[in-house]
């Protein structure tokens, strides 16, 4: 977290290549895996701050959790008719105990994606669920 004015060219492609350029790389390798294999699921985390709106001092987060939406939206459309979907989860901050914050626990983070690749979880092919409730 820093204003823009002082964020360096060094911070932005640290923070695009651990959010956005990883998840590429990851979702290309699986897409590959699963044109084999006859299909399969991505789910890809990305938050409030890509999915509605980064606050202040958050640019390059924003930025690139914005372009995992858009890189697991354009997978879902190029390979659903070859059984691979692809779906971003949202959530805002994620609790994992002992926090007293408002945000998504874990373990119901966890539960959302086992449900994403369930049957059922092919009907979300494509889009972005958010997931900002509080603990």
Same mark, same amino acid.
């Given at each position: ?44 985390? =990305?938050?409030?701050?890509? !999915? &509605?709106?980064?606050? @202040?001092?958050? $640019?390059?987060?924003? *930025? ?36 007293? =914050?408002?945000?998504?626990? !874990? &373990?119901?983070?966890? @539960?959302?994606? $086992?449900?994403?690749? *369930? ?17």
């Amino acid at each position: 977290m820093r204003p823009l004015a002082e964020t360096t060219l060094d911070d932005w492609r640290s923070l695009l290549d651990l959010n956005l350029t990883a998840s590429f790389l990851t979702v290309r390798e699986a897409v590959r895996h699963f044109l084999r294999d006859g299909g399969g699921r991505v789910i890809g985390i =990305a938050s409030r701050q890509g !999915a &509605d709106r980064a606050p @202040a001092q958050q $640019a390059a987060y924003g *930025a690139s959790k914005a372009g995992l939406i858009r890189l697991l939206e354009a997978t879902a459309a190029e390979y659903a008719g070859n059984d691979i979907q692809a779906v971003a989860v949202a959530p805002s901050m994620i609790l994992f105990g002992g926090e007293d =914050a408002d945000g998504v626990r !874990a &373990d119901d983070l966890a @539960a959302m994606c $086992a449900y994403l690749c *369930a049957d059922a979880g092919a009907a979300h092919n494509g889009a972005t669920l958010r997931m900002y409730g509080t603990a």
